[in-house]
């Protein structure tokens, strides 16, 4: 069984990056965990990237929730970095994604890349609903009004830790 130690948050400049950061913070700021923002990135040419992603995840996380970290992985695949991300690392138990822009406000739905990482993600997966972070002219949900957690149960034992 994995502990929880750091959240591993897929992190980018959308909405939906910032969901799962407020969602990441969250869950770090809960279980005294690290959290860790990683932006994957198919290109080469990454200059002043992790200034960026830095600079980003700052604005992201006006109140740190402890311990944070920024990453820049090199991939074709979002998925696949964050998979072998979690597997290389036994400190993280949770992979954080927020939910693709089709769902609706205070709604989850899975993108393409939570739906590949059900088939093997190493740890638990967390999605943020959409527009979690706030959003100005919609209102927010807040961290507080977090009132409904769904949890898969298949009755393994990793299922029931």
Do not use: N
Not at 61 to 72: C, F, Q, R, T
Not at 98 to 120: A, D, N
Request: with cysteine; proline share 4%.
């Amino acid at each position: 069984m994995r502990r929880l130690e750091a959240i591993l948050v897929g992190f980018d400049s959308t909405a939906s990056g910032r969901d799962a950061v407020a969602l990441g913070a969250l869950l770090a700021k809960t279980c005294d965990a690290e959290l860790v923002a990683a932006r994957v990135r198919a290109k080469r040419d990454c200059e002043g990237e992790q200034a960026r992603i830095d600079e980003e995840l700052a604005e992201a996380l006006p109140h740190s929730p402890g311990p944070v970290s920024a990453v820049l992985v090199q991939s074709k695949s979002a998925w696949h970095a964050l998979q072998d991300l979690a597997a290389s690392d036994e400190r993280i138990g949770a992979i954080v994604l927020g939910s693709t822009h089709r769902g609706g406000f205070g709604r989850v739905l899975p993108g393409g890349t939570l739906e590949h990482l059900l088939g093997g993600a190493p740890c638990a997966l967390a999605v943020a609903p959409r527009g979690y972070s706030g959003d100005s002219e919609r209102g927010a949900i807040a961290g507080e009004d977090l009132r409904v957690l769904e949890v898969g149960f298949d009755g393994s034992p990793g299922a029931a830790a």
